[in-house]
Every structure is written in structure tokens, then in C-alpha cells.
């Protein structure tokens, strides 16, 4: 058995106390956060992009969204212009 110490402990223990989370399920919703806050910009705008293309949206309603979903990331992405959104999905 590892005596080594996962980073967020803590958290882990905090989320198993408060939800009927059991310890292995609350590492897993940690590592699934982690992971979806760890996506660069061009990740997430490429993934979003596709989510919202597969649901009927049209460039012109997906770009300005985007634009204003990236301000509200719990890490701060840079300010992208419509252009610059667009050159990531299209090149």
C-alpha cells in the first residue's frame, strides 16, 4: 500500500464529510475538475465550439458566447477578439 499523500487530501476529505461521496468517488470528482480547469484556451473553445455547433447553433450566435463564457473561467483566460476565436477553430 503507497504511504504517499494525495495533493488534495484535504479536499477529499472535506467532500467525503459533507456529500455521500465515498473517498474514491470524491478523488475522482477532484481529478475531473482539475481536469476540466487544467484545458488551455484553444481546448476549451474548440470543445465548446463543437457543443454548441452539434446543437444547432450558428458561428455567429456560437463566437460572441464564447467570448463571454471565457470571462467568467475560474482561470482567467485572455481577452480573445471574435477574429482570433474563429483562426483557433478554423486555423
Known sequence: MSTARHPYEDLIA????TSPLSPGEAAR???DVLSYFSESVEEYVRRRH??????????D?????????L???RVAAPELSLRQLRRIIYG
Not at 463543437?50 to 458561428?59: A, F, P, V
Request: glycine share 10%.
Open 14 to 17: 472535506h467532500l467525503t464529510e
Open 29 to 31: 470528482v477532484v481529478a
Open 50 to 59: 463543437g457543443e454548441l455547433k452539434s446543437r444547432g447553433h450558428t458561428n
Open 61 to 69: 450566435e456560437i463566437f460572441p458566447r464564447i467570448a463571454r463564457d
Open 71 to 73: 470571462r467568467g473561467r
